[in-house]
């Protein structure tokens, strides 16, 4: 018979079960915060065992303390025999077996790469050492007695000594000249200018795109076709300080037909500058 006291103890699932003095009741509870009694296993009554094997539960005629037992449902759950989880030594928490588990798979990875690492370190040093000499083909190779007679003992004559005449010393002119070339405007950004043969509308804008670029959004209307587009640079200042700048290129395809500009995306924020300067490229 069991000297020890009635009362809640732990159980290895993490609830509370109570001890009414003589065996376990079926009344179970979440631990609480004060602290629970221990019972030694030797002065536990053992459970009860069905035909199958396993442990069976056993109705209990103790009534447990006031407060207790009525908010925990009454069920036939044991983990072993006799006694709460602090009776029984020696046992390992699961958790505890998968740490050391990983730790030890993580401890030969390490290794392994060490191993790896020291090996490729030798043979390099190796290498460096004492490297290994490359084959030569004895058919092909050159003896001393081929060069020496491949070398001619005179050097020719007769070699030019003087640069050809008549080169030409001027570029051809009368090169066509691209469109808005040397033209410049300043505006303020949204307004519309002209540059060359295109008319930029009013209205246009600098958009955000994607990561972080901004982009200048605007339509031109051509008043002269060419086979050669528009190219001009477009430059944002602030105070007569350059903020950014990008290049825009329209297409002269068709006159007086509202086309997009397409220009290069820009990363710096240009929302403060108070001038745009549009200049023709090749001036």
Known sequence: MSTAPPGW????DGRERYWDGQRW????????????????????????????????SRPSTAVPPPGHGEAYPREPYYE??????SDQPGGTPGWLKGCLGVLIALVLI??????????????????????????????TAPTATDTETAVPPVLPT??????????????????PSLPGQGEA??????????????EIQPGWTVDDVSLGFKSVTMQA??????????????????????????VCTVSLAEVDQATDVACLPMRTDVSSADTARASGMGG
């Not at 609480?32 to 065992?49: A, F, H, N």
Request: no cysteine; hydrophobic share 35%; charged share 15%.
């Open 221 to 246: 209307i051509p008043t002269d076709t060419g086979s050669v587009p528009l190219v001009f640079t477009l430059a944002f200042l602030e105070g007569g300080n350059e903020l950014a700048s990008t």
């Open 25 to 56: 009741t079926d009344e179970f509870r979440m631990p609480s915060t004060g602290s629970t009694q221990e019972i030694p296993l030797d002065d536990t009554r053992g459970m009860p065992v069905s035909d199958r094997g396993e442990y069976a």
């Open 158 to 175: 007769g070699l030019p000594t003087a640069l050809p005449t008549g080169i030409p010393t001027e570029l051809p002119t009368g090169l």
């Open 110 to 139: 390490a290794v392994i790469g060490v191993v790896a690492g020291v090996w490729w370190l030798n043979r390099n040093v190796s290498d460096a050492v004492d490297p290994q000499p490359q084959a030569t083909d004895s058919a």
């Open 185 to 198: 405007v300043d505006v303020s950004p949204g307004d519309g200018f002209t540059l060359g043969p295109v």
């Open 9 to 12: 103890h732990l159980q290895p």
């Open 80 to 85: 072993g025999p006799g006694g709460p989880l």
